[in-house]
């Protein structure tokens, strides 16, 4: 889960900061999902009929302080989705920190702890909330301001599709290094394969969107 924020010695001009940034990243939710391809009915999702097992991801999270792609948070974990008849499932997820702007799911963080997840319940539209409890970023996960950053009572909304169509938005309380409410509308998760080598590709502010 990502981590936000900069570390100041003046705690309220940080807030302050961050209460300007995040109004101007701030933007009016809708009810459709938009891809390369165009607009997506929402209502015309749906979970995944069979279950995908350990399937290895790079998650990037663009976040509302910082600067786009280029400042997303990146993990290297997996997802386990267990199907159920008459649609919907479980979802398990694992995931540690990789380091900042890294290229490749073998530039793992030393510093940073692994994470595990659920199982969360998946509804027969592909929706569903994950608590993922007090998550901790180390500095040198963090693009935006190489801060250490922790996150309390955080929660994963997502949306599952496919073993190769999966997003989130991130919520929960940022506690430090400043005192924040991360807005899930404007913290997107998404979920890419890498290259057999473990590279992925670089990303792009139009891969952020969920659905």
């Given at each position: ?47 995944p009929?069979s279950?995908?097992?350990?399937t ?16 997303a948070?990146?993990?290297v ?23 900042a ?111």
């Amino acid at each position: 889960m990502a981590g936000l924020g900069t570390g100041c010695v003046n705690p309220q001009s940080d807030y302050e900061n961050y209460i300007s940034s995040a109004a101007d990243a701030q933007g009016p939710p809708t009810s459709t999902g938009v891809v390369e391809a165009g607009p997506v009915d929402a209502a015309n999702l749906h979970a995944p009929d069979s279950g995908f097992t350990d399937t290895q991801y790079v998650m990037a999270c663009e976040v509302q302080l910082g600067n786009g792609a280029a400042d997303a948070f990146l993990w290297v974990g997996t997802l386990t989705y267990s199907a159920k008849a008459g649609g919907g499932g479980t979802l398990i997820l694992t995931d540690k920190p990789l380091l900042a702007r890294a290229t490749s799911i073998n530039s793992v963080d030393p510093a940073g702890t692994p994470n595990s997840a659920g199982p969360a319940t998946i509804a027969k539209d592909g929706t569903g909330t994950m608590m993922t409890g007090t998550q901790l970023v180390p500095g040198t996960s963090n693009p935006v301001s190489g801060a250490a950053a922790e996150i309390d009572s955080s929660f994963l909304q997502f949306h599952v599709e496919a073993d190769d169509t999966v997003c989130a938005n991130l919520g929960g309380n940022l506690v430090h290094p400043v005192t924040a409410t991360l807005v899930p509308a404007e913290n997107i998760c998404i979920y890419r394969k890498p290259h057999s080598d473990g590279s992925f590709d670089a990303l792009q502010d139009s891969d952020f969107h969920c659905p």
